[in-house]
Nanobody, 120 residues
């Protein structure tokens, strides 16, 4: 079965850092665009960062650009989100997402999420 399992969330003070991990299984990880989304209380789920299947290009929401770094290790079927200089507005549940963007039959998968709380 397909699984995306996030880890690394927790409570951190403003200005601190966290590194999220997503372990994938059950599909051809290296064929998928990977992304991190987040959803705060009372907000819509939003794209935070994305990375192409080979890791050659990345995308960031302007609110996190320069602070967050997405990376992947296809040999480990894993994608990561390094979060630095965290702010209270970064508080959210962070979700791992996979999408092959196939033009004929698209597949996408979601993790269950990991909570990140930035508070003093």
């Amino acid at each position: 079965q397909v699984q995306l399992v996030e880890s690394g969330g927790g409570l951190v003070q403003p200005g601190g850092s966290l590194r999220l991990s997503c372990q994938a299984s059950g599909f051809t990880f290296s064929s998928f665009y990977m992304a991190w989304y987040r959803q705060g209380p009372g907000t819509e789920r939003e794209l935070v960062a994305g990375i192409t299947s080979g890791g050659g290009k990345t995308h960031y929401d302007p609110s996190v650009k320069g602070r967050f770094t997405i990376s992947r290790d296809n040999a480990k079927n894993s994608v990561y989100l390094q979060m630095n200089s965290l702010k209270s507005e970064d508080t959210a549940v962070y979700y791992c997402h996979a999408d092959d963007y196939d033009e004929y039959e698209e597949y996408e998968y979601w993790g269950r999420g990991t909570q990140v709380t930035v508070s003093s």
